[in-house]
């Protein structure tokens, strides 16, 4: 097969938080589903198919940048879904990305109501949502039962299945938490593969469901975008001595943990203490650069080298990410991110200092 050939899209479905469909979780801009009928999408349609067929051609596509710029540093969800998929069979998805809804505890300042329920309390409150805003809870439910059956359909096509669990926060959806207890009801734990993409915030009800022993494998990726205080800023509504406990206990009872950190001009200044905490665990970190919204994206900022050490970057591989600040820079972006963090200071409160210094 030639290279960068990705087998993603043949042998994983990925689901919206509103029930649609997408090619793939780290593209951008990204190819979205009209409609809610699975066949429909995995079968027919045209951009799915055209998506598919770039991926043979030996040329890195255009929209996959998260993938290309991860690998610079070694890996990425386009390698590690091809070390454990090394034959492509598109008749039926082996592997589920599944956002279930927007419901979420945290306000983490990358995030979007489209993903979290407290940003669009936040939003709604301060008269920040659009008109035509619709929560998307109650469509993903409405297509649920039907895209349950079609998961299960999965089961008939192959050994082992894995399902990735998104949210929002999925250890705090009751759709989550429901749907593992069915899997074990099911008999399906044990041909699963289970992945949980969680803020580390903890539900104890997920976790009583994660004995390595039922599962085929049991594998939790935790987001940490700083450490301490300045971790409590950026993923807003969240306790660090949560997270911090949270993580000691997926690293005892899953096969495997990582840390995930999403790069942007918020957090470049606390990649080498992440580093360092993620090092202390014996844990692996993976980095992942944010390129949406703009305003927040490195390569777009506007606003000026920032003041490092360089050499702290380089002792753990992330350099690469300080040569990206501003290489295809965007004009305002830095004033429009300052804008943005200040419309909600009166509900998350006022810009740290440390953070004021890169803003102004």
């Given at each position: 097969?030639n290279?960068?050939f990705?087998t993603?899209?043949f042998?994983r ?7 649609r ?7 951008e801009p990204?190819?979205?589903?009209t409609?809610r009928?699975?066949?429909?999408w995995?079968n027919?349609?045209?951009r799915?198919?055209?998506?598919r067929?770039?991926m ?21 969800f386009?390698?590690?879904v ?5 034959t492509?069979n598109?008749r039926?998805?082996?592997?589920w990305s ?7 505890n945290?306000?983490?300042w ?8 407290t ?11 659009d008109?035509d ?6 469509m993903f ?7 349950r059956q ?5 089961y ?5 299945v894995?399902?990735?669990v998104?949210?929002g926060e ?7 938490v ?8 099911q008999g399906l734990?044990?041909?699963t ?6 803020n580390?915030t903890k539900n ?9 022993q039922?599962?085929r494998?049991i594998?939790?990726a935790v987001?940490?975008?700083a450490?301490g205080d ?10 660090w001595?949560?997270v911090?406990t949270?993580i000691?206990y997926?690293?005892?009872n899953?096969?495997y943990v ?6 942007s001009?918020?957090?470049?200044q606390?990649?080498?203490e992440v580093?360092?905490y993620?090092q202390?665990?014996n ?8 390129l949406?919204?703009?305003?927040m994206?490195l390569?777009?900022?506007d606003?000026g080298?920032f003041?490092?050490?360089h050499?702290d970057?380089?002792?753990?591989n992330l350099?690469?990410?300080i040569d990206?600040?501003g290489?295809?820079?965007?004009m ?6 300052k804008?943005?963090l200040?419309l909600?200071q009166?509900?998350r409160?006022p ?8 803003l102004?």
């Amino acid at each position: 097969m030639n290279q960068p050939f990705c087998t993603v899209p043949f042998v994983r479905a990925f689901v919206l938080p509103d029930g649609r469909y997408r090619e793939c979780c780290a593209t951008e801009p990204q190819i979205e589903s009209t409609h809610r009928n699975f066949d429909l999408w995995w079968n027919q349609d045209q951009r799915l198919q055209q998506f598919r067929n770039a991926m043979q051609t030996g040329i890195w596509h255009s929209a996959c940048d998260h993938c290309r710029l991860q690998e610079v540093n070694g890996t990425s969800f386009r390698t590690a879904v091809n070390q454990a998929n090394p034959t492509v069979n598109a008749r039926h998805p082996r592997e589920w990305s599944i956002m279930f809804g927007n419901t979420c505890n945290l306000s983490c300042w990358t995030c979007s109501e489209k993903f979290s329920s407290t940003i669009e309390s936040h939003k709604r409150t301060l008269k920040l949502l659009d008109a035509d805003w619709i929560n998307p809870n109650q469509m993903f439910e409405e297509a649920w039962p039907a895209l349950r059956q079609q998961i299960k359909r999965s089961y008939d096509h192959h050994d082992e299945v894995t399902i990735n669990v998104l949210g929002g926060e999925p250890t705090y959806n009751t759709t989550v938490v429901e749907f593992i207890e069915w899997l074990l009801v099911q008999g399906l734990a044990s041909r699963t593969r289970l992945e949980i993409t969680t803020n580390g915030t903890k539900n104890h009800r997920v976790m009583n469901h994660l004995n390595s022993q039922q599962w085929r494998y049991i594998y939790v990726a935790v987001s940490v975008d700083a450490v301490g205080d300045r971790a409590e800023w950026i993923r807003y509504g969240s306790r660090w001595s949560d997270v911090d406990t949270s993580i000691d206990y997926y690293a005892k009872n899953a096969n495997y943990v990582e840390l995930h950190t999403t790069v942007s001009v918020l957090n470049l200044q606390d990649l080498p203490e992440v580093a360092r905490y993620a090092q202390n665990k014996n844990l692996k970190l993976v980095t992942i650069p944010l390129l949406q919204p703009s305003y927040m994206s490195l390569m777009s900022w506007d606003g000026g080298k920032f003041d490092i050490d360089h050499l702290d970057y380089k002792k753990y591989n992330l350099d690469h990410y300080i040569d990206l600040v501003g290489s295809k820079p965007v004009m305002g972006a830095a004033q429009r991110l300052k804008e943005y963090l200040e419309l909600f200071q009166p509900i998350r409160g006022p810009i740290p200092i440390d953070q004021k210094v890169k803003l102004v």
